[in-house]
């Protein structure tokens, strides 16, 4: 088997102080108030899983009978015979369903790209997270993976290797383009609370079919080309991904992809755009893209049009502009038939957006944020 790997990485912001957020009312958003308000999260790490919202969905998939509490304590990585202990061993070999925390603050360097198995979360809450300086993460063929409360940055390509996959199957994998978080053919992913930043390729690809997608709260920062969603202009098996970009925060120093759609269907709401220097939004093969209630800040002396697409789709564009909000200059080019591309969310996606004057405060906490387990609040 071989997987070939692309994608751009580099954006991120500050992780929260605690101290300072607001756990009530509307400066929280709708994931935040699901699990950040409780009295004691770290009693209840699993009740995260019933806070997703977008195309994801509930992750009730990851909890229940059967899942398996595993606990980071070796920072050390063995690509092909990991030990327990490892992020690799309980990302890639526990059979069961998985929910991973961390003992400590540690910063794991990966030898190989680490393949993340079916039915895992991985949660870095309560402790300081770092996976950086060389391949990142890869969650290849699988289903109901839960990323949260990582930083992730400074990723490396990486040449053709084998690692252990799941089951303790090896795997070919092809050369990786040094992307943060690379989603090939997978389905029911909710990326949540992380910062990215500073790869040499890009911070989030969602490619080669992958569908049901949320990407939510996290911070992208100090990177070239952010998010790439669709795998290449042939590659017509997107025409079904669903993706819901949501309470992130994208900026400072950001150029391009936020996100760059081909083909498929990405509801973008409530994010806090902080500058560009290409485009924010862009796409090609007549993707539909609905923005609605983000806040836009145009960067000075440069580009001031929000929006970017190759060719014209042949007339296939869904591509508009519903109670965004606009700073220093900044437009917004529509195309196609307004109101066309609705997310058509069911019952356990749906969610309320909410006004874009309170983007600022519903994505002030966005990126990894501080918890501590001694403590009753994140």
Known sequence: MCIILLVPLLCAPAPANSAKTRLLGTSVN????????????????????????????????????????????????????????????????????????????????????????????????????????????????????????????????????????????????????????????????????????????????????????????????DQDKVMLLGHDDGYLRDKNMKVTVVYNHFGPNCNQRMPRVRHGYAHVSNNLYQGWQQYAIGGSMGPSIKSESNLFIAPKGSSKEVTWRLGNGNNKWSFYSVRDKFENGASFEQTGRQGAAKPHYTNQQAFRVADVNLVRALTKSSGALKCSTRRSRC
């Open 30 to 221: 709708e994931i935040d108030r699901c699990w950040r308000r409780t009295l004691n999260w770290a009693s209840n790490r699993r009740r995260l899983a019933m806070c997703s919202v977008g195309f994801a969905g509930k992750m009730t998939n990851n909890i229940g009978k059967g899942t398996v509490d595993y606990v980071v304590t070796d920072l050390s990585d063995d690509p092909l015979s990991p030990k327990p202990g490892t992020l690799r061993y309980g990302a890639s070999l526990i059979k069961e369903k998985v929910w991973i925390t961390f003992s400590r603050d540690m910063k794991i360097k990966l030898q190989k790209p680490l393949l993340v198995s079916s039915f895992t979360a991985i949660d870095g809450r309560g402790a300081d997270v770092e996976i950086g300086d060389g391949p990142c993460l890869v969650v290849y063929k699988a289903t109901d993976v839960i990323i949260h409360n990582l930083r992730i940055h400074s990723c490396k390509p990486q040449g053709a290797s084998q690692v252990i996959g799941p089951g303790g199957q090896i795997i070919d994998l092809g050369q990786v383009d040094g992307d943060a978080i690379r989603l090939v053919s997978v389905s029911r992913v909710w990326i949540d609370h992380n910062t990215l930043y500073s790869c040499q390729d890009g911070l989030l690809d969602v490619t080669r079919g992958s569908t049901s997608i949320t990407i939510s709260n996290n911070w992208f920062r």
